[in-house]
C-alpha cells in the first residue's frame, strides 16, 4: 500500500487535499441525506395530519347529513329541500380514499410504532386544536394493509399509486371521547434519489477547480525544489563542480537556494585551503624523510641501518594513505565507462603474478561509470587485509537488484559484529599492535568505503557463517 502512495511534495499536498475535499464532502453528502429525509418524513407527517383533520371534518358532516336525511324520512321532503338531499346522500358515499373510521388501533401484531411520527403529528393535531386521546403510527406493505385487501375499488384507486407495493404509513387517532379510532392511509415517500450523483459531480467540479491553480502553483513551488535536491546529490559527489544555482520560487525558497549557494562556496573554499595545505605539509614531511634514507646509509651497523629504514618507509607509506584519503573528493582522475569484470580479473592477475594465494571467482561482464585507478586502489586494500588477517582470499562480482558487488571472502577469524562499524573509521585496526609487518595503520578500510562513497556505492563488512570475512563494495548500476 505505501508503494501507491505519491512521494514527492507535490503529489502528497495533492493527495491530502483530495483525501480532506472527499472526507468533507462524504460528510456534507451524509447531512444533506439527513436533511432531505427529514423532509421527506416531515411531508409525510403533515399529510398524515391533513388527511385526519379532513377526516374528522367529513366526519362530522356525515353526523349532520345523517340527522338531516333520517328527519327527511320521517317527513315530506319539501321542494325547496330536494336540491340538497341529493348531494347529502353522495357525500354519505365518499369516495374510498384509505379513510377509515375503526373501533380498533390501527397496529397489528408484530407491527412496531414510530414515536417520532407519533410525537410530529400531536403536535401539529395540537396547533390545530385537536386533542386525541392516543396516537399511533406504523409502516406496512399496502399487501398487508386489511382495509386495501379487502376493498378492490380501494385497490384501483390506489393500484395508480402502486401502495400493493411500496410502504404504506398507516395513521390512526383515538378520539377523545373514547369512541372510536380515526385511522388514514399515506404512501412512504421513496428516499431521496440522486444525491450521491450530485454529491460526486459536485466533489469532481471542486477538485477540478482547485487543482489546475494548486498544481500550477506547486509545481512552481517544487521544481526550483527539485533542482537544489539534484544540485546537492552531484554536489556531495563532485563539489569540484560548483555551479550556482538560479534563486526561484517563492520567497521562502529563494531563501533556502542563496543560502545553498553560499554554503557551496564555503566548502569549495575550505576544500581548496585544505589541498594547499595537505600539499604543504607532504613537501615539508617529504624533503627530511629523503633527508634520512640518505643519512641512515652513513650508519655501520647493518641491523640498526635495516630497521631505520623500514621505519622511515611506514612513516612514507602512511603519509601517502592519509594524502589520498584526504584527495578523495577532489578533481583527479576522470570517470570512463569500465568493464568491472575485467577491472578485477586484472588485479587478481596481479596477485597471482606475485604467487599470492588469491582466487579469483565468477566475474560477469558489467559496464559501469568508474574511476579505474581509485578502484583498484579499494580492492587492493581489501584483498591486503584479507591476505593479512584471513591467509587467503577469493574474489568475485555479484550482480543484485540495481547493484553491482565486488566480493573479497577470507577465512580469517573475522571480526566481532560490534566492531564492524567501527572499524571502518580511521585508524582503527584489527590487530592491536602498530607494527606494519602484522598490520596496516587502520586506513586501508577507510580508504575503501570513501572510494565506494565516491562511485555513489558503499562498503559492507560481514562476517561468514563457515567462517572468515565477507568485504562487499556495492556499485549501484542504475
Not at 391533513?50 to 358532516?61: D, I
Not at 399509486?161 to 385511522?183: C, F, H, M, Q, S
Not at 477538485?207 to 546537492?232: D, E, K, N
Not at 568508474?370 to 591467509?391: F, H, M, W
Request: net charge positive; charged share 30%.
Amino acid at each position: 500500500m505505501a508503494r501507491l502512495l505519491p512521494r514527492s511534495l507535490q503529489g502528497q499536498v495533492m493527495l491530502v487535499l483530495a483525501v480532506g475535499l472527499l472526507v468533507g464532502q462524504a460528510i456534507s453528502g451524509i447531512l444533506l441525506y439527513r436533511a432531505a429525509e427529514q423532509r421527506r418524513d416531515a411531508n409525510a407527517v403533515n399529510q398524515i395530519a391533513l388527511h385526519l383533520l379532513t377526516a374528522e371534518e367529513r366526519a362530522a358532516q356525515r353526523r349532520a347529513m345523517r340527522e338531516a336525511v333520517r328527519d327527511a324520512r320521517e317527513r315530506p321532503v319539501m321542494p325547496h329541500e330536494e336540491d340538497h338531499i341529493g348531494p347529502m346522500r353522495r357525500m354519505m358515499r365518499l369516495e374510498r380514499s384509505g379513510i377509515e373510521q375503526s373501533d380498533t388501533p390501527p397496529m397489528l401484531s408484530g407491527e412496531v410504532r414510530m414515536p417520532r411520527f407519533e410525537s410530529a403529528l400531536g403536535e401539529i393535531l395540537a396547533e390545530q386544536g385537536m386533542s386525541p386521546r392516543s396516537i399511533q403510527i406504523v409502516a406496512r406493505r399496502g399487501n398487508d394493509d386489511p382495509l386495501i385487501a379487502a376493498s378492490p375499488r380501494l385497490k384501483r384507486r390506489l393500484g395508480d399509486l402502486d401502495w400493493r407495493n411500496k410502504k404504506v404509513l398507516v395513521a390512526g387517532i383515538e378520539r377523545a371521547d373514547g369512541n372510536g379510532w380515526t385511522i388514514v392511509r399515506h404512501p412512504l415517500p421513496d428516499r431521496p434519489k440522486g444525491a450521491a450523483r450530485t454529491i460526486l459531480f459536485q466533489t469532481l467540479v471542486i477538485l477540478a477547480v482547485l487543482f489546475v491553480p494548486l498544481f500550477l502553483v506547486l509545481r512552481r513551488m517544487t521544481r526550483p525544489l527539485a533542482q537544489l535536491t539534484a544540485r546537492v546529490g552531484d554536489f556531495s559527489l563532485r563539489p569540484e563542480n560548483a555551479v550556482r544555482l538560479e534563486e526561484r520560487g517563492p520567497q521562502d525558497m529563494r531563501r533556502l537556494i542563496a543560502a545553498h549557494n553560499a554554503m557551496e562556496a564555503r566548502i569549495a573554499a575550505m576544500l581548496d585551503e585544505k589541498d594547499v595545505m595537505l600539499g604543504a605539509i607532504g613537501h615539508d614531511l617529504k624533503t627530511p624523510l629523503a633527508a634520512l634514507r640518505v643519512r641512515i646509509e652513513s650508519v655501520p651497523d647493518g641491523t640498526q641501518r635495516a630497521r631505520m629504514a623500514e621505519s622511515i618507509e611506514d612513516i612514507t607509506r602512511t603519509l601517502d594513505d592519509i594524502l589520498e584519503l584526504a584527495r578523495i573528493g577532489r578533481p583527479g582522475e576522470a570517470v570512463e565507462v569500465t568493464d568491472l569484470g575485467a577491472l578485477v580479473a586484472s588485479v587478481v592477475e596481479e596477485y597471482e603474478d606475485l604467487e599470492k594465494p588469491v582466487e579469483a571467482g565468477e566475474l560477469p561482464r558489467i559496464a559501469l561509470p568508474l574511476r579505474s585507478t581509485l578502484l583498484r586502489r579499494a580492492i587492493r586494500n581489501l584483498v591486503d587485509n584479507a591476505l593479512r588477517y584471513g591467509k587467503r582470499a577469493r574474489v568475485s562480482v555479484v550482480q543484485q537488484q540495481g547493484w553491482a558487488v565486488i566480493r573479497i571472502e577470507d577465512e580469517g577469524p573475522g571480526i566481532p559484529a560490534e566492531q564492524i562499524a567501527v572499524m571502518l573509521e580511521p585508524f582503527q585496526r584489527g590487530e592491536a599492535s602498530r607494527n606494519r609487518g602484522t598490520g596496516g595503520a587502520g586506513l586501508g578500510l577507510t580508504l575503501a568505503r570513501a572510494i565506494a562513497l565516491q562511485h555513489r556505492g558503499e562498503l559492507e563488512l560481514a562476517n561468514r557463517p563457515e567462517g572468515g570475512l565477507r568485504a562487499d563494495i556495492r556499485l549501484p548500476t542504475g
